[in-house]
């Protein structure tokens, strides 16, 4: 059983274009809430993003207030174990995905996925994000590594070719269009954010 995990906060069009793409998915996990260090904002979706969920019969709404990125992800992680799901697709509201996923040929713990992305320095590239859910795996400080029995898979490899099993005729496509000016201000201060304290966490870890 396939699902996929998508964050979302006041990006109510790019949200609705996410989910449309992920009619084969049978759950889609959706995490509202504004994050924890950003000063500005209510504490959960007013644009009507909420209302977007009700139009899907897959999407599952979740509020998540005042935590981290790395938080809201592994809250998507701990539903999709609880929903006893298979195989779980990260996601986010400025991508959608193109082509359809084989169940029967799944066996790895995690595979890459082709990215298309016009707003990403590096535009095509491929990332290991549909990943085999264990119970108690979650997501560590830093937002892009995953802890899965003592293991660590890192989320944020970006290469021009797969390191590993990839996803045949499947891809994730991204782009800022949808965003709007309000959104793409909150996400860049936030992660400016999120970048300096993941950067301070690997300094002290080094040291």
Do not use: W
Request: net charge neutral.
């Amino acid at each position: 059983m396939l699902a996929a995990g998508v964050i979302f906060y006041n990006d109510r069009e790019g949200l609705k274009r996410t989910l449309a793409s992920l009619e084969q998915f049978k759950y889609v996990f959706c995490i509202d809430g504004k994050f924890r260090d950003v000063k500005e904002g209510p504490l959960l979706s007013n644009d009507g993003s909420r209302e977007v969920i009700d139009r899907f019969s897959n999407a599952i709404l979740c509020s998540s207030l005042e935590r981290s990125e790395p938080e809201k992800r592994s809250v998507y992680l701990e539903m999709a174990s609880s929903f006893k799901c298979d195989y779980l697709l990260v996601i986010d509201t400025d991508e959608y995905v193109i082509g359809n996923i084989d169940e029967r040929e799944l066996k790895e713990p995690y595979y890459y996925v082709r990215m298309v992305l016009s707003n990403h320095k590096l535009p095509v590239h491929y990332s290991p994000r549909f990943i085999k859910i264990e119970k108690g795996m979650k997501y560590g400080l830093n937002h892009n590594r995953l802890l899965v029995g003592g293991k660590i898979i890192e989320l944020a490899i970006r290469a021009n070719k797969p390191l590993s099993k990839v996803l045949e005729g499947f891809e994730i496509h991204g782009d800022d269009a949808l965003r709007t000016e309000d959104y793409r201000n909150t996400i860049s201060e936030y992660q400016k954010i999120l970048f300096a304290q993941e950067q301070g966490l690997s300094v002290k870890a080094n040291s």
